[in-house]
Nanobody
Framework: QVQLVESGGGLVQAGGSLRLDCAAS??????MGWFRQAPGNGREFVAR????????YYANFVEGRFTVSRDKAKNTMYLQMNRLKPEDTALYYC??????????????WGQGTQVTVSS
C-alpha cells in the first residue's frame, strides 16, 4: 500500500503561482504523477516522474509553465505551477505506482487538492 497526501492548493489570480506537494508513505515507488479534473470534465494527465532517475513527462498544455520534481529523502513529489490560467482550475490529484511500466495507469491515488485560478 502507498498512502498519498496532497497539499498546497488554493485560490490564486491568473498569472500567479502555486506549488502542490504530495507526500508518500508505504511501499517503494516506481513512478508518480499529477492529474487534474475540472467540473464536467474527465480526469486528465498533467505530469509524471520516474522516481529513481527523475525523468519527467508533461502534458502538452503545460507549455513550460509547470515543473514536476521529487525529493527522495522526503518521499515527496512537487508540482510547481507558474503563469496559471483560469482554465487550470481543477481538483489536482497525486498518483503513485510501484512499477516502472509506461503509460498513465497508477495504482494509488490521493484525495485531491483544489486549485482555483481567478481571472
Amino acid at each position: 500500500q502507498v498512502q498519498l497526501v496532497e497539499s498546497g492548493g488554493g485560490l490564486v489570480q491568473a498569472g500567479g503561482s502555486l506549488r502542490l506537494d504530495c507526500a508518500a508513505s508505504g511501499r517503494s515507488i516506481g513512478r508518480m504523477g499529477w492529474f487534474r479534473q475540472a467540473p464536467g470534465n474527465g480526469r486528465e494527465f498533467v505530469a509524471r516522474i520516474i522516481w529513481h532517475n527523475g525523468i519527467k513527462y508533461y502534458a502538452n498544455f503545460v507549455e513550460g509553465r509547470f515543473t514536476v520534481s521529487r525529493d527522495k529523502a522526503k518521499n515527496t513529489m512537487y508540482l510547481q505551477m507558474n503563469r496559471l490560467k483560469p482554465e487550470d482550475t481543477a481538483l489536482y490529484y497525486c498518483a503513485a505506482d510501484p512499477t516502472l511500466r509506461p503509460g498513465l495507469e497508477f495504482e494509488y491515488w490521493g484525495q485531491g487538492t483544489q486549485v482555483t485560478v481567478s481571472s
